[in-house]
Every structure is written in structure tokens, then in C-alpha cells.
């Protein structure tokens, strides 16, 4: 399987933070929604990780699914257009 890779720049550590609480909504939203024996098997895997260096911080967030992706892309949006 393929990681799918998604970077993203956040503007201070407010915004890094709002990112933080947008994955760990997400997969606990994503938690929820399974629902038998197989709950960890079905929650979406996610990895955050900090790139060096730029004058804005970077993140890239690794997901195992493509569609996982799409949809934290799609819900980080609408955060940020909240915020």
C-alpha cells in the first residue's frame, strides 16, 4: 500500500494547533463511525510530521487511504474557513 502525503503550511502555532485539533477530530470522528471488533483496523491511520526550515511552519499529514485524504482535506477546509 501507498502512503498518500499531504503538506501543509500553517502561519503560526495557533494554526498548527487548530491542525492538531482537526486530525485528532477527524480520526476520532472516523472512530466513531466504525463500529464491531475490527474498530482500530477501520480508523483512519495517520502520521503527522514537522519539515525543517521556511519562514512558515510545515506539516505533512500521512494517511494509508487516498480517500482518508480527500476527506481530511476536504474537513480541514472548512476549519479553516471557520477560523
Known sequence: MTD???KIEVQDPESEARLFQ???SFAANRGAKSSGATDCEEAPQIMVKTIPGGEFFRKTVIFQDHNDAEEFMYYWHRIKQVA
Open 4 to 6: 498518500v502525503v499531504v
Open 22 to 24: 482537526a486530525v485528532n
